[in-house]
């Protein structure tokens, strides 16, 4: 339970680059008139980006700014939160997390054709064959929140979708 009453729930979509959080994100915004805090452009709205990491080819996070940034936004639910890290949030602020998977050779051609290569594409692909972001969910949240979605193909896009849709109908009904 929510540690101060949400009448909608807030949920987490996480997952590697790749795997289709901001597809799945996309939609489910469409779908049901809910906020789609994209994580990465919030940060670079709200400068939290501090300098570059040579190694991962990309800026560190000021994640303590940006936790400060989206507190207000998460107080009354209605957000769809996508990253692809998730053990810096609050555990307070979601009611639903859902892991997005991809097969790893997929994911393979999405990255390369996102013009991804040599380490940044190794570390992305090693990182969704050990499961590294369905650990770190399931070690930062209730096990009964956290769901994993396989998002292969257009009609698992489609069914993840309405999946989330119906598990958000369910929890306003039980949360009434
Ligand atoms: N279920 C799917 N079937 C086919 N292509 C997909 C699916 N989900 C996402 N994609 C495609 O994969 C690429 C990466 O998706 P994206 O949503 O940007 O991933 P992420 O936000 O996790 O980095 C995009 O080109 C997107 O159109």
Redesign the pocket.
């Given at each position: 339970m929510a540690t101060y009453p949400r009448t909608v729930p807030n949920i987490l979509i996480t997952?590697?680059?790749?795997?289709?959080?901001?597809?799945?994100?996309?939609l489910l915004a469409e779908r049901i008139k809910f906020s789609w805090r994209e994580v990465s452009k919030l940060a670079e709205e709200h400068n939290c980006l501090d300098e570059y990491d040579p190694e991962y080819q990309c800026p560190f996070l000021n994640e303590d700014k940006l936790l400060d940034i989206m507190e207000g936004m998460m107080t009354h639910g209605g957000n769809i939160v996508?990253y692809?890290g998730c053990d810096f949030f609050p555990e307070r602020w979601f009611d639903g997390v859902f892991v997005?998977r991809?097969n790893n050779t997929?994911l393979y051609d999405?990255?390369t054709?996102?013009g991804y290569t040599g380490k940044k594409l190794e570390d992305n692909i090693q990182c969704e064959i050990f499961e590294t972001l369905l650990e770190e969910a399931q070690a930062s949240y209730k096990p009964e929140i956290v769901k994993e979605l396989q998002?292969?193909?257009?009609?698992?896009?489609e069914a993840?979708v309405n999946t989330i849709v119906e598990w958000i109908e369910r929890w306003k009904e039980e949360s009434l």
């Open positions: 997952g590697t680059p790749g795997v289709g959080k901001s597809t799945v994100s996309r996508d692809h997005i991809t997929v999405r990255l054709q996102r998002n292969d193909t257009t009609e698992q896009l993840n």
